[in-house]
């Protein structure tokens, strides 16, 4: 029987990829990563009910090195961070690839909903999943060593409603627990507390239009984005929208024109399928956030890890720090963090 490591959270839908890959004929070795965030004991006593070992692994000086300072650093660089794009590839799978080497399993499964497909040489293909749940956009930092060894059991469910019924059926504990926020560490959903909090703060600075001109005072660059149009507390003509953060300056530049772009550059490239790169670059349906929106465009790999991102029709508000990634059909080709 093959081994297999299994990032187990005490969430369900790990819970439920456990009974799956059980199934399948894995041995299945499950792995809690403890980041200082709690759940460990939900964890074991999801492993105690599939009856499978659980091994926890103490990763909590990682995950600040690694996510939350540099979620914090993001704010403050005015970009927008993509925390769970960075720990996939620097927390979670290396964890989880580490532990497979350690007790000799050559596969690592997790609950995202994606799925692994290979080409007609046999490499591994990061694919969309067939729920509309698809978590690919989140994977697609992750280089292709590693997703050569991935197994994802819910890439095949329908939806979440199909996975909480089979944890249901099979009378696993967490069945009706709810979801994971979506950034795990803030359990509020309030990112900008937890910015002052770690003191973080930024100063206030003054709202400008394009030319200039001082429109209103701000509370702090961190507290917006690009494309953001509510909670800015300046009258207008309009509805105004944030077209631009001027670290330098320290002024949010605010419009009645909504924002678009029709190039945009990226850095930190990574390659899932580095074969569809032919003559310096590629076409491609382009995401510049998680969403279920993309657009047509074409990139040109430059080589030294960044790429020109240039859309066949101009996309809405990409802003600096997100992740772009790049798509064939339902195959993912890569990604890479959008420059300011």
Request: charged residues 25%; hydrophobic residues 40%; glycine residues 10%.
């Amino acid at each position: 029987m093959k081994k297999i490591v299994l990032g187990l959270s005490g969430g369900v839908d790990s819970a439920v990829s456990a009974k799956l890959l059980r199934e399948m004929g894995y041995e299945v070795h499950g792995l809690y990563m403890d980041v200082g965030l709690g759940g460990l004991p939900e964890a074991q006593r999801v492993a105690d009910a599939l009856g499978i070992s659980l091994y926890a692994a103490e990763r909590e000086d990682l995950f600040e090195r690694e996510v939350r300072s540099y979620f914090e650093r993001a704010y403050q660089t005015a970009c927008t961070p993509n925390p769970c794009v960075v720990c996939n590839r620097k927390v979670k799978f290396t964890a989880l690839c580490q532990y497979a080497d350690e007790i000799g399993a050559e596969h690592i499964a997790t609950g995202h909903y994606a799925r692994i497909g290979r080409d007609a040489e046999g490499r591994a293909l990061l694919m969309q999943a067939r729920s509309p749940k698809d978590q690919s956009y989140m994977l697609a930092n992750l280089p292709r060593e590693v997703l050569e060894r991935c197994v994802f059991p819910l890439g095949a469910a329908v939806d979440k409603a199909e996975v909480r019924a089979l944890a249901r059926e099979n009378e696993i504990p967490v069945a009706d627990k709810k979801d994971s926020m979506d950034v795990c560490f803030i359990t509020d959903g309030d990112y900008c507390d937890w910015l002052e909090q770690r003191g973080a703060v930024l100063p206030e600075g003054n709202f400008v239009d394009e030319q200039g001109n001082v429109l209103g005072r701000h509370k702090g660059l961190h507290h917006y984005t690009v494309g953001q149009r509510k909670g800015l507390g300046v009258a207008a003509s309009g509805r105004l929208f944030v077209h631009e953060l001027r670290q330098d300056t320290n002024e949010v530049v605010l419009s009645l024109n909504d924002v678009f772009r029709e190039q945009i550059t990226v850095h930190g490239l990574n390659l899932c399928a580095p074969e569809y790169v032919q003559n310096g670059g590629f076409d491609c349906q382009a995401r510049v956030r998680y969403s279920k929106n993309s657009t047509a465009a074409h990139v040109t790999v430059h080589g030294d890890g960044t790429a020109t991102v240039t859309f066949a029709q101009a996309v809405r508000a990409p802003a600096a720090g997100q992740f772009a990634v790049f798509y064939d059909g339902e195959i993912v080709i890569g990604g890479g963090f959008i420059d300011g």
